[in-house]
């Protein structure tokens, strides 16, 4: 059997995701076994638009992403959501909080109109995602198991938990018995909790865990006096586009 | 049984003494709170905490444990993988070692679990009557305040010296390989008493599970389908933290993981919890307990009715607290729970 040919591609980003794969350094080879890059502009100038999968980094943002990647759809047998920006818009999504006009000027200035930029959003709200990695950026071994998932045709176990659950495996103190607040209790788990591990808060990187308990946290954060404005900033970062609307 | 005391100096050198020589784990302090872990010099030792973040069943059951390496191929290979080094567990209170001995009733049914076993018998335990109680502890309202076994030494507070009761060979061993205990006299004795007759009042006036104990089982039986569950749940996270703390959870979860060889792998099994959406989940995407209220309940009757009735009637909560200190939205505490329930 031939090796499955594989692509990378890049949306609005920092590239952070793709700087994770080459960053496997020994176990890149070992994917390497396995599989046949034919495009990847982070890690080589070549490229060709037959590829059996594609990893896709980065948020659409603008009318011509979405040409774009209904190509890589086209083509694509298996289209894979890497990254924050591209699971729910990540981080570009916070200026989907304020008006799209304001945001445009306050970026590009007086010649805002000739940038075309509307909302930002995951590429699963223009193209079918088959499978999503989650993560700012995403972590290296849900990468791996992603790609060993898909060699062997089996379902990657990708955590359907709060986060919680990463911090008790860890042993970690819960931050908010440091007077710190986190969105840990409504964000999907899969990291080893490894900012809280390391002495910050989560952020919810990756994203809401299916079936979000909002309410209930917002309630819990007031409780720990958390301002409403403090509060819509935090849950913001990476949940804009993935908060029940109201 | 004999009874044995120690002078806190001679616990010292004894702690020195065990840690010089012995894997030992104990509890040491944790930014604010407690935890157990390697203690690699005696002076981290904490011998008056109040409890730790989790219970000590880490050492028995690691949240992340692999069972065995698998090779594919024409010839399957497996590997059985058992990682039990000798070690002394040093400090646990009381009602973690009741729980402690719940577990090795359960781990030991039907297929009686060899790593679980393995790492038993490889602990020398040496547990301690509590000193001090957490804000949520109630273990003095589930008859958990000692324990009469369990332990190869229990160690008891009476001031200036511990009260060490011998409970195998393998705690008088040790006993006498690492310390100079002395016998214990009459008032050592009476002293211990009157030590472990006020234990239960160490927990807040506040902690107290007011229905009789015994009584518990069967009105937890008729509270299935009380509409507290459903009020309860509308706050819950479902984020297994209850779970994860709870001295007496021992659910897990088992996968195989493969190599990037795509031909040599592991079986490994971690702690779940029955709190979390898919745990009930099966092929099909069927989920038994798809509802938050019905998880929720499912745990409370866990530790009160389907794991009770395992352990002849006994009570699968020990009172710890940790699952009430845990839980954000402050929905979970089983003294609430209980008191409205069993009245």
């Known amino acids: ?246 | 049984m004999t009874a044995k005391t120690l002078s806190k100096e001679n616990f010292k050198k004894f702690a020195e003494n065990l840690v010089k020589s012995e894997r030992t784990i104990g509890v040491k302090a944790k930014e604010t709170k407690y935890e157990f872990g390697n203690i690699n010099n005696a002076d981290e030792i904490v011998m008056d905490y109040d409890v730790t973040l989790r219970s000590p069943r880490t050492f028995f059951q690691p949240p992340k444990e692999k069972l065995f390496d698998f090779k594919l191929g024409a010839n399957t290979e497996i590997k059985p993988n058992i990682e039990a080094d000798p070690f002394v567990l040093l400090g646990i209170h009381s009602y973690d070692l009741k729980a402690l001995n719940q577990m090795d009733i359960i781990w030991d049914e039907n297929n009686a679990d060899q790593h679980y076993k393995a790492r038993r018998n490889a602990a020398t335990v040496i547990a301690l009557e509590p000193t001090q109680a957490s804000e949520w502890s109630f273990w003095g309202s589930m008859d958990s305040s000692t324990v009469d076994k369990g332990y190869d030494l229990l160690l008891t507070d009476i001031g200036n010296k511990y009260y060490v009761e011998v409970g195998t060979e393998k705690g008088a061993n040790l006993l006498s390989k690492y310390a100079s205990a002395e016998d214990a006299t009459n008032d050592d004795n009476t002293a211990r008493d009157k030590v472990r007759s006020e234990l239960p009042n160490l927990c807040k006036a506040d902690r107290k599970v007011k229905c009789d104990t015994d009584g518990i089982t069967a009105s937890m039986k008729n509270s299935y389908n009380n509409a507290i569950w459903e009020k309860l749940a509308e706050k819950c996270y479902s984020c297994g933290s209850c779970n994860l703390v709870c001295p007496t959870c021992y659910c897990f979860d088992v996968k195989d993981t493969i190599e990037l060889d795509l031909a040599t792998g592991q079986r490994t099994r971690k702690w779940d919890g029955c709190l979390l959406e898919p745990f009930a989940k099966v092929a099909g995407d069927e989920n038994f307990r798809e509802n938050r209220a019905d998880r929720f309940r499912h745990r409370i009757l866990r530790k009160t009715v389907y794991v009770a009735d395992k352990l002849n009637g006994e009570l699968a909560c020990v009172g710890c607290g940790r699952c009430s200190s845990t839980c954000l939205p402050d929905i979970t505490d089983p003294v609430k729970i209980l008191n409205e329930l069993c009245s």
């Open chain 1, 1 to 246: 059997m031939s090796k499955p040919k594989i692509a990378f591609f890049d949306f609005a980003g920092c590239e952070g995701d793709q700087l994770t794969v080459v960053n496997l350094e020994e176990a890149l080879l070992d994917v390497l076994e396995h599989v046949e890059i034919v495009s990847f502009r982070e890690a080589m100038k070549e490229h060709s638009d037959d590829y059996d999968i594609a990893f896709i980094e980065g948020s659409c943002t603008r009318v011509a992403d979405e040409a774009r990647l209904k190509d890589i759809r086209k083509n694509a047998k298996i289209v894979v959501a890497i990254g924050a920006c591209a699971t729910s818009g990540g981080i570009n999504a916070l200026k989907n909080i304020r008006p799209l006009e304001t945001v445009r000027k306050e970026v590009y200035g007086e010649n805002w109109k000739d940038y075309d930029t509307y909302r930002a959003r995951g590429i699963g709200e223009v193209i079918d995602v088959d499978y999503k990695v989650y993560g700012c950026p995403m972590t290296q071994s849900e990468f791996v198991k992603v790609v060993k998932s898909l060699l062997t045709g089996t379902q990657p176990d990708i955590p359907n938990y709060p986060m919680c659950v990463d911090c008790k495996q860890a042993g970690n103190v819960c931050v908010f018995e440091k007077g710190q607040t986190c969105v840990g209790p409504i964000t999907r788990a899969g990291c080893d909790a490894c900012c809280v591990t390391e002495g910050a808060t989560c952020w919810g990187c990756r994203g809401l865990v299916n079936d979000p308990n909002v309410d209930a946290h917002k309630e819990v954060l007031e409780k720990y006096n958390l301002s409403v404005d403090e509060l819509t900033k935090r849950m913001a970062t990476y949940f804009t586009n993935e908060l029940p609307k109201g």
